[in-house]
């Protein structure tokens, strides 16, 4: 695809030009922090893109930390589904990271190969897909930000992305001072892009050169092949007890993990009106496997955070061949108790080859 040039000057005509046609959703500084947060962009003068990572995910635009799956009167049997309630958009500004992680959301929540029930009161004819999911994917556009300068936690590359991925992306833009380089992946981001100018080649190169010096900053490399194969015998082993001490199972993680998905599902009564709600949830939290009987298959600290690690790096890429990670980064710089996840990996390598 035609790699297109946008220069700095004309970003704020790009995205009015894309906000009469859908919405525009981006990074914007979130004043009492010292971070950024993706949210509806109606002046683009609001758009902050010199962050590195925002303090959540992308997923948070797709699967919402709360949300309305439908409402129902607690009297009657009828229920109505909410839909996701989103409009066409665009969401500009994500990191590669972040996008590589929504292609494994995609796994999880759409599966192309299972055709949901015909009987099925669904909206979703075609693949089973969980429709509000769906819909926000369907619905979204992504432009991606290179990273040129990655930080100090990330390791995309230890996990099959890059700081220039196009991985899950639509279209990439690559910072080259003035400019960007606009680098469509989809026919969606190839659409988007037409209107600008063609890059030279000189442009092109130095893309390329800014993709090898931002790869080169980043030291961390481990064979995650070899040590799935070595997790996968390693369930009982001591090293868990020495490696889940520090961890106070505060959650904290997986709730700014970009590749992180579990949710609970509660029914809410008020009166005569109900609603079916979904809230993120935790595997680092005991009740999130605790039986009505009061059984708990992972009564403490050592077994969450196994388990955590062991759905990461060797059940998941099991069945799906790819880590549940992207080497975001997040959970060692929210850590509280200062837990990298690089040492944890190198330290069972290290223990268990
Ligand atoms: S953020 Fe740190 S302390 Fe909290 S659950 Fe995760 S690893 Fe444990
Ligand atoms: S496990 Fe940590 S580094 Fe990997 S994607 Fe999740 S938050 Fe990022």
Redesign the pocket.
């Known amino acids: 695809m035609t790699a297109r040039l946008l220069p700095k000057k004309d970003l704020p005509g790009f995205i009015a030009a894309l906000a009469k046609k859908q919405e525009v959703w981006a990074p914007v500084r979130i004043q009492s922090q010292e971070a950024a947060r993706f949210s509806r962009i109606d002046r683009p003068e609001d758009i902050c893109l010199d962050y590195l990572n925002t303090k959540l995910p992308v997923k948070e635009l797709f699967f919402p930390q709360r949300e309305v799956m439908f409402t129902f009167n607690p009297g009657e049997r009828s229920s109505a589904q909410a839909s996701a309630q989103v409009r066409e958009r665009v969401v500009l500004g994500v990191r590669p990271c972040d996008a590589a992680a929504l292609e494994l959301f995609d796994k999880v929540f759409v599966d192309e190969s299972k055709t949901a029930s015909p009987l099925a009161e669904s909206k979703t004819a075609g693949p089973l897909a969980d429709p509000y999911y769906k819909e926000r994917r369907d619905k979204t556009t992504l432009i991606g930000l290179a990273c040129n300068a990655p930080g100090q936690a990330c390791f995309c590359t230890a996990t099959d992305g890059g700081p220039h991925s196009t991985r899950g992306l639509d279209l990439l833009l690559i910072d080259l001072g003035d400019r960007f380089l606009a680098r469509p992946v989809t026919a969606k981001g190839e659409a988007l892009a037409k209107g600008l100018a063609r890059a030279k080649d000189k442009d092109i190169s130095l893309a390329d050169e800014l993709a090898e010096e931002a790869r080169a900053t980043m030291d961390f490399a481990i064979e995650l092949k070899q040590l799935q194969k070595s997790l996968d015998k390693a369930f009982d082993h001591e090293v868990w007890h020495r490696l889940s001490l520090?961890?106070?199972?505060?959650?904290?993680?997986?709730y700014v993990c970009p590749a992180c998905h579990c949710f609970d599902v509660t029914d809410e009564e008020y009166k005569d009106s109900g609603a079916r709600i979904r809230t993120w949830d935790s595997c680092?939290f005991s009740l999130f496997t605790r039986h009505a009987s009061g059984h708990n298959p992972r009564p403490d600290g050592m077994s969450r955070?196994r388990n955590r690690t062991l759905h990461k790096f060797c059940y998941f890429p099991k069945t799906q061949d790819k880590v549940l990670c992207v080497g975001c980064g997040r959970?060692i710089t929210?850590?509280?108790?200062g837990?990298d996840l690089r040492e944890t990996l190198e330290t069972l390598r290290d223990t268990l080859s």
């Open positions: 520090p961890c106070v199972n505060c959650g904290v993680c997986t680092q955070m959970c929210e850590c509280p108790a837990i």
